[in-house]
């Protein structure tokens, strides 16, 4: 049995820190590609920050680079987003996903949801101005 459990959400003001983690179990975590999206209610969920199997090569959207930075532990099967200089436009329901295309390339990862095979429940992060 699959499972992304994410942590590390909760209430910051604008300007504030958090680190979400992803525990993922019941796959070969270092096989596949991994990322965070977002989504608030009546949008799209949306590309955050994506990492290759390895962590060699890591992608985000342009509105979190200089501010976010995602990592991976693959001895502990665990993923990392490191948010700092918080803005209330980053409120949202935070997931993180697994991609199995990751024997394509040691450089893999893709900012397109429908190619990701495993999603976990989301963290809440509200960020208050």
């Known amino acids: 049995q699959v499972q992304l459990v994410e942590s590390g959400g909760g209430l910051v003001q604008a300007g504030g820190s958090l680190r979400l983690s992803c525990a993922a179990s019941?796959?070969?975590?270092?096989?596949?590609?991994m990322a965070w999206f977002r989504q608030v209610p009546g949008k799209e969920r949306e590309f955050v920050a994506g990492?290759?199997?390895?962590?060699?090569?890591?992608g985000y959207r342009d509105s979190v680079k200089g501010r976010f930075t995602i990592s991976r532990v693959n001895a502990k099967n665990t993923m990392y987003l490191q948010m700092i200089s918080l803005k209330p436009e980053d409120t949202a329901v935070y997931y993180c996903?697994?991609?199995?295309?990751?024997?394509?390339?040691?450089?893999?990862?893709?900012?397109?949801?429908?190619?990701?095979?495993?999603w976990g429940q989301g963290t809440q992060v509200t960020v208050s101005s």
């Open positions: 996903a697994a991609d199995s295309d990751a024997f394509k390339s040691a450089n893999y990862y893709t900012p397109d949801p429908s190619a990701y095979d495993y």
């Open positions: 990492i290759s199997r390895l962590g060699g090569s890591t």
């Open positions: 019941g796959i070969t975590f270092s096989m596949y590609a």
